[in-house]
């Protein structure tokens, strides 16, 4: 009930493409759903973080769509550029008593082509 | 020195050897944390530290012996390791121990089980 599934593995978008990566839980107490960046030789970084209060957040280019029912969560990356090359990781975590803990994916390493 | 630091980057060691991580974090943050990266498998949090105080000792094998002399500074024993360990070694800080707490990674350290 603790994971969170992240699709796809890996993702090949031409530059000036939308990415998107998709994310699944099943514990409905996850409240928080943080997507964190990683380039290669480097540590992750968040990227932007979502409350399930609102189904949508948009920083820039880079999108947070939620959807509560479904239990899903996705990243959409729009006008692609090769600079955005990275591993994407999804998260999900609980306010609820103690557990500060974050539940990441998988990942997903974007390669955005010139 | 800014944000998180981990040193060695790389690290090569023999399964009866004994080294040590070190990850020290310059944004005076109060909580610091390891987690372990392996491809294809999402971050696994190891331990949690919140002023100086483990907090989380996720399951680790004792041949991980980790240690918190201040809020500053985590290091990460390593004795008798098998080379299943081998991976990417993240240390992380985050202003409290909150579920919201925007982690801060360093770039890790590649440990290399012969």
């Known amino acids: 009930q603790q994971q969170v599934k992240q699709s796809p593995q890996s993702l090949i978008v031409q530059k000036g493409g939308i990415s998107i990566i998709n994310c699944a839980y099943e514990?409905?107490?996850?409240?928080?759903f943080p997507w964190y960046q990683q380039f290669p030789g480097k540590g992750p970084a968040l990227l932007i973080a979502?409350?399930?209060?609102?189904s949508e957040k948009k920083e820039g280019r880079f999108t947070i769509s939620f959807n509560k029912s479904a239990k899903q969560f996705s990243l959409h990356i729009m006008d692609s550029q090769p600079g955005d090359s990275a591993t994407y990781f999804c998260?999900?975590?609980?306010?609820?008593?103690?557990?500060?803990?974050?539940?990441f994916g998988k990942g997903t390493l974007l390669t955005v082509n010139p | 020195e800014t944000g998180v630091t981990q040193t060695p980057r790389h690290l090569v060691m023999g399964m009866t050897n004994k080294k040590s991580l070190k990850c020290e974090q310059h944004?005076?943050?109060?909580?610091m944390y390891w987690y372990k990266q392996s491809a294809k498998k999402p971050l696994e949090l190891m331990f949690v530290?919140?002023?100086?105080?483990?907090?989380e000792n996720n399951s680790v094998p004792s041949r991980f012996s980790p240690e918190c002399p201040n809020s500053s500074h985590l290091f990460l024993h390593l004795h008798t390791l098998q080379p299943e360990d081998s991976a990417l070694y993240l240390c992380?800080?985050?202003?409290?121990?909150?579920?919201?707490?925007?982690?801060?990674f360093g770039e890790g350290s590649r440990l290399t089980v012969l």
């Open positions: 530290y919140s002023l100086e105080e483990r907090v």
């Open positions: 514990n409905t107490a996850f409240d928080y």
């Open positions: 998260a999900a975590s609980n306010s609820g008593g103690s557990n500060y803990k974050l539940t």
């Open positions: 992380a800080s985050s202003q409290e121990m909150a579920y919201t707490g925007e982690l801060f």
């Open positions: 979502i409350r399930p209060d609102v």
């Open positions: 944004l005076g943050h109060n909580a």
